[in-house]
């Protein structure tokens, strides 16, 4: 029976693959992907799927510099279309920001002050990226490929904190009361205006209904549409005492904050924190710690890689690519590196300072951008106080205080003995510049005073801290790359080319910056290009 | 790496060494503040480089080296222009982050005086909160 009379006689089901397929052959692409984003398909991230890179590369040579996670994508990929890799690298260790610290780890930041963690066994902090979003797909199918086994991240969990110095006399809120609080006389608000005819211009009498029911559904309205301490407000902003069991048992419904508090707290900026694309539920982490994935990686290019390698300048010519570097093993003679094309992970905050032969854009791009401050502090306790005490499992509390977040381990919930929380992250801003001028040991201690004042538990259960500052970091001498409007519009486009026999790649050639994200896609698309052009030649 | 020795200093963060420190920290010198907002609140151009130009340029105003540099400020002839370094503290260069937006121009005046006569520099000409206008894009 052929398919065209199947179709004739009844509606066959029909996959949405072939569906897809149909309308892409009869209206076109345009139409195909308008139908795909409408279907729930494609328009979430711009990773195509895995790679396939066809052509014979006959024996090409490519020289990449850093074996961070734009780095070993390039290898790894490169590798298996039959080029010939090699790598340099800074680091005596693979994977660049993607990083994690445990017990006896050990690191000298720029001015010589080293710090050794010590964690108890099996407790990390990761001091770069340590969350990824369901829509980072690059990065979720190398994880898979790779075998890097993922867990959840908690970004919002409504027990944890919201605290300002500012309001409540500096008591921290819970986030379900701010949020479900803020909410509920929103709800209120509007449908009050909607019952004083206020939005009959803009809502249809028809619609009027069904809004005054959500708007009840969605704030926790009573049945007058007010939003009030009642069981119903309870069953979503939780009990001043709550239902148990037997004897007295009935619950008791707490005092919702008044809007005008809620207002003037500012309290209500954080829950942006859990309505962002890049934040919302639900996100990953690598069971371990977020250098599982650097590892994976390593494992499959790790023989490929110069280790203690530091660039000192890159030359090409229409033959090839030169770049010399100093053997920080056995410091002498600069050594060289040749290939015949070269694939430049490295931060611009080190590349705009090296001697690079590339066109005078490209170069201006390299000199255009910022690198952002961040420190991140991770402090070991005695004991999980705030899940013991406090019922925080996992997610983050934010604060105005310097420390900005505290985050809580997405992992080993519910466990006696040690736990390592982040006790700070900045970015940006005065004090992530005024931490990065601190001796280390005093970040802790910052982290430790400031965190007191969300949870006393601190001075008591503190133990040791690590605080790692981006800009002191020797191989990166910064967070991330900071694009504007005008820098983009100016110079991003000149950043991606390819300039020679060099192209760029890293989170700071893409528009996910400071995201592992950007840096996979940045490399899968530069040697997409790259490898089109070789196959050509 | 080519880290000064002299600077190497072994941090190891346990809660005893942490009090010691914070102690040593008191007696050694002024706590640097920690500004409430996303801009500076440091007047003194001595108290805006040890909270953020130190960062970088580090206590002594010599920079450091890694991968890359943090280029030193001391004996800097770059200095002598006074236009040159209110220029990139206002708009930054290459990877060093503007701080225009950051900072007042009589803040962004107080630090670049203060680095032009301090760490063997001793130029006698002082930049004005005016001279800062100037140079804002």
């Excluded at chain 1, 009030?228 to 979503?236: E, G, Q, R, T, V």
């Excluded at chain 2, 002598?80 to 290459?94: F, L, M, T």
Aim: proline share 5%; hydrophobic share 40%; glycine share 10%.
């Amino acid at each position: 029976m052929g398919q065209q009379g199947q179709m004739q006689s009844e509606p066959a089901p029909v996959s949405r693959r072939d569906l897809l397929s149909l309308i892409g052959a009869v209206s076109g692409s345009a139409a195909m992907y308008h139908a795909m984003t409408s279907l729930g398909f494609a328009s979430d991230s711009a990773y195509k799927g895995p790679i396939r890179l066809e052509g014979d590369p006959k024996g090409a040579s490519v020289l990449i510099l850093g074996a961070g996670l734009a780095g070993m994508t390039a290898a790894l990929e490169l590798s298996r279309a039959g080029y010939n890799v090699q790598m340099l690298e800074f680091n005596s260790r693979a994977g660049g920001r993607n990083w994690t610290l445990r017990g006896g780890d050990s690191f000298t930041e720029l001015g010589g002050d080293s710090q050794t963690c010590q964690f108890e066994p099996g407790l990390y902090i990761n001091p770069g990226p340590w969350r990824i979003p369901y829509h980072h797909r690059a990065v979720l199918d190398y994880c898979k490929r790779l075998g890097v086994a993922l867990e959840p991240f908690i970004q919002l969990n409504h027990n944890a904190l919201l605290h300002t110095t500012r309001a409540f006399d500096g008591a921290p809120q819970r986030i379900r009361d701010i949020k479900t609080d803020f909410q509920g006389q929103i709800a209120e608000l509007l449908a009050k205006a909607t019952q004083q005819g206020q939005l009959d211009e803009a809502v249809s009498k028809e619609d009027r209904e069904i809004l005054m029911q959500a708007l009840r559904s969605w704030g926790a309205l009573d049945g007058d549409y007010a939003y009030k301490a009642n069981l119903i407000s309870a069953d979503f902003r939780g009990y001043a005492r709550a239902p148990g069991g037997g004897l007295d048992a009935g619950p008791i419904p707490g005092e919702p904050i008044d809007l005008a508090d809620i207002l003037k707290s500012q309290l209500w900026r954080y829950l942006q924190n859990f309505a962002l694309h890049n934040f919302q539920s639900p996100m990953f982490q690598p069971v371990g710690g977020m250098d599982m994935i650097g590892k994976a990686f390593a494992r499959q290019v790790g023989n490929l890689i110069r280790y203690e390698a530091k660039v000192t300048r890159i030359q090409q010519d229409d033959r090839g690519v030169s770049v010399t570097y100093t053997d920080l093993r056995a410091p002498g003679e600069p050594q060289q590196a040749k290939a015949d094309w070269c694939i430049c992970t490295i931060p611009l905050s080190i590349l705009s300072q090296l001697p690079v032969d590339v066109g005078a854009r490209m170069k201006a791009a390299i000199d255009a951008v910022p690198y952002s401050a961040s420190v991140k502090i991770g402090l070991q306790f005695r004991r999980r106080f705030w899940e013991e005490d406090e019922a925080i499992y996992g997610g983050i509390s934010y604060t105005d205080l310097p420390i900005r977040q505290i985050g809580y381990p997405n992992t080993g919930y519910n466990s006696a003995g040690r736990a390592v929380l982040l006790g700070a992250y900045l970015y940006e801003g005065a004090n992530a510049y005024e931490f990065t001028s601190m001796p280390p040991a005093e970040r802790v201690a910052k982290a430790v005073e400031f965190g007191a004042t969300l949870h006393p538990q601190y001075p008591a259960e503190f133990e040791n801290g690590v605080a790692v500052a981006w800009h002191r970091m020797p191989f990166a001498l910064g967070c991330a790359g900071i694009w504007s409007d005008a820098t983009r519009a100016e110079h991003y486009r000149d950043i991606c080319q390819i300039d020679g026999r060099i192209v760029l790649a890293g989170e700071h050639v893409s528009y996910i910056p400071a995201w592992q994200e950007g840096a996979i896609l940045s490399a899968l698309d530069a040697i997409t290009r790259l490898h089109e052009r070789v196959v050509k030649t | 790496m080519q880290l000064n020795a002299n600077f190497r200093r072994c941090v190891a963060v346990s809660a005893l060494l942490l009090l010691l420190s914070l102690k040593a920290f008191a007696q050694n010198g002024r706590e640097p503040g920690l500004s409430a907002g996303f801009r500076f609140a440091e007047n003194s151009g001595e108290d805006l480089f040890a909270s953020v130009c130190q960062g970088c340029h580090m206590s002594d105003g010599r920079g450091a080296s890694g991968a890359g540099a943090y280029p030193s400020l001391a004996a800097d002839r770059n200095l002598e222009a006074s236009g040159y370094p209110v220029e990139v503290v206002v708009n930054g260069r290459r990877a060093m982050p503007p701080f225009g937006a950051m900072m007042s121009d009589d803040q962004v005046a107080a630090v670049v005086n203060y680095l032009r006569t301090h760490f063997d520099n001793a130029y006698q000409d002082s930049v004005t909160a005016e001279d800062v206008k100037l140079v804002r894009r």
